[in-house]
């Protein structure tokens, strides 16, 4: 599979009134063409330095990117420019010109790439047709909803051709509806168009929707990469467990009590276990959080159990029996999670 | 009022007009690259440039903290040297000019600033070049506060205008001051002074109409 990005023990140090600030530290990663990769970690994580390195648009304190197996740090101004016009890149704020209509707007990187008068006005008609607003030509984005605003961003981001699509947080000032649509415009257009992808997010919601893969940044540190199925199904990292599972668990009734976490896929998530533990074994157990998902069309669940004392080997090996994966869970992290 | 006074009132409209018109349109020729200067090579910006920021918006500064009536004796042997008078309606246009100027660049300077970030952004990650940022990213987007400086801008000068009359300029400022005040006569002073009122009056409100409509 194709690279289009290489991230090798990437860097950066933001320096303000003399105080510095790592906002990334060794990252490195790999974004393969034709896939949504999704980057997510909390508000401040450094999602955005990261993204911003990927066009240069923030320059890395050290280690290197490569684009398609360019260096990007060795690039002169005036590369870096025409590197950029293969990798486009929409934004929460949407940024669309006010003063200028929908259709000048998505005109306006094809003009900076040399495109023609008439050509160019094509070119934009047929990108307004694929984000469906081809009627709305003439309108000024102050008279569009959010939902409108980002399709327009998403046309004028896609006129030139570009390779690599980065969207930071691009849906983050939508509602749930229009977040959904954009999302769905997003997989559409990937998969016609053969767009590689790059999602910055905050919300896990949007990452199961749509990414292939992802990785999980936590205060400027990659804390887990890899497909999304295997993250949602066995999160390695505290950060990524934190993303996956519930914030407000009940409270155990006992201090001492072992806890457990199962987690079921696709297959397993139809079976009523713990109605079989009972009955089959008379074991009983607490329930303290319960939650299911899906993912790329494939049902995941995840349950944090209290054992109750003395019948926790036997219940365990009820589970693993089952094919189940069950991990052990402190009572720290079950109340701070 | 006499008949030559009338006529004398109707030619000062027009050198008020003129030396208004003639003067805004230079310190914007001038002002409005020196604002973009100002604004571009401040710290942040696209052609961050800061020992050419400081000395711009120093010659900027001085300029604009000297009272024009100061600025318009100082000025005499220059404006000499380029009208080949010191006196008359065409002489006034360059100390105007040269007061005005300092206030269009910040004003200019003010307006950009306005741009939302963001929107410079998308246009770097586009691959434009700053030179093309300024033209199709940040003059169109700042064009409706542009605008609201010009209307103040231009009835600033207006009323500058009479003041040059002091030296020898034109317009309804020296017909104020000669008959107005030299002569004692009330009624041409008061004629005059509401004439200049209406002017600002109608140059600010019509501009301040305009860059409402350019707004998007
Ligand atoms: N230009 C900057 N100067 C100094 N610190 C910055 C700058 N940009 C971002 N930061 C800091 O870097 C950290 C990561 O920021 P950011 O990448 O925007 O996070 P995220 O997008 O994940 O919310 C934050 O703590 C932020 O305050
Ligand atoms: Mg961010």
């Known amino acids: ?337 | 009022m006499s008949s030559y006074i009338v006529e004398a009132i109707k030619n000062g409209i027009f050198e008020t007009l003129q030396m208004t018109f003639f003067a805004s349109l230079l310190s914007y020729v001038i002002g409005l690259p020196l604002g973009i200067l100002l604004y571009s090579t401040s710290k942040g910006r696209i052609l961050s440039n800061r020992p050419l920021n400081l000395i711009f918006g120093l010659i900027v500064n001085i300029c604009r903290s000297l009272p024009f009536l100061i600025l318009l004796v100082l000025l005499i042997p220059f404006t000499r040297f380029v009208t080949g008078s010191s006196i008359g309606t065409t002489a006034s246009i360059v100390p105007l000019t040269v007061g005005a100027v300092p206030i269009v660049a910040r004003m200019v300077e003010s307006s950009l600033s306005e741009v939302s970030p963001g929107i410079i952004e998308a246009a770097v990650s586009m691959g434009a070049s700053p030179i093309y940022i300024i033209v199709h990213f940040i003059l169109p987007e700042a064009t409706p506060s542009l605008l609201f400086g010009a209307a103040i801008n231009i009835s600033t000068v207006l009323g500058y205008s009479a003041m040059a009359g002091v030296i020898g300029g034109g317009g309804l400022g020296a017909i104020a001051l000669q008959y107005g005040y030299y002569r004692y006569q009330k009624d041409v002073l008061w004629t005059t002074v509401t004439l200049l009122i209406i002017m600002v009056m109608t140059i600010q409100e019509g501009g301040n109409m305009i860059a409402k409509k350019a707004r998007k």
């Open chain 1, 1 to 337: 599979m194709t690279e289009v990005f290489r991230l090798d023990r990437v860097s950066k140090k933001y320096i303000n009134d003399g105080r510095e600030f790592l906002a990334l530290k060794d990252v490195s990663l790999s974004i393969s063409e034709g896939e949504i990769f999704g980057i997510i970690g909390m508000s401040g994580a450094g999602k955005s330095t990261l993204v911003r390195t990927l066009n240069r648009l923030e320059d890395v304190t050290s280690g290197t990117i490569s684009f398609y197996g360019q260096d990007l740090g060795s690039l002169n101004a005036r590369d870096v420019r025409k590197v950029r016009r293969n990798i486009a890149m929409i934004f929460q704020s949407f940024n669309l010109l006010q003063q200028r209509s929908v259709l000048s707007n998505v005109m306006q990187p094809l003009r900076i790439a040399g495109v023609r008068g008439n050509e160019r006005k094509e070119k934009a008609l047929e990108m307004l047709r694929v984000v469906g607003l081809e009627d709305k030509k003439d309108e000024y984005p102050s008279r569009l909803s959010g939902g409108q605003r980002q399709r327009v961003a998403i046309a004028r981001a896609l006129a030139s051709e570009p390779k690599v699509l980065l969207c930071d947080e691009a849906t983050s000032a939508l509602d749930p509806k229009m977040t959904s649509e954009i999302l769905d415009l997003l997989k559409d257009i990937n998969r016609t168009r053969k767009l590689t992808i790059v999602i910055i997010t905050h919300e896990m919601s949007v990452v199961e929707k749509i990414c292939d893969r992802v990785a999980i940044i936590d205060s400027g540190m990659l804390a887990e990469a890899g497909e999304v199925k295997s993250i949602f199904a066995d999160p390695q990292s505290e950060a990524a467990r934190k993303l996956v599972f519930p914030s407000n668990p009940f409270d155990p009734s006992e201090k001492d009590s072992r806890l457990i976490r199962l987690v079921f896929d696709g297959l397993s998530a139809g079976r009523p276990f713990i109605a079989e533990l009972v009955e089959k074994t008379g074991h009983k157990v607490n329930i303290l959080s319960a939650n299911t998902r899906s993912v790329g069309g494939i049902g995941y669940g995840q349950m944090v159990l209290e054992l109750p004392k003395g019948e926790e080997e036997q219940i365990i090996g009820f589970f693993k029996d089952r094919g189940l994966s069950v991990q052990e869970v402190k009572h720290s992290e079950q109340l701070h999670s």
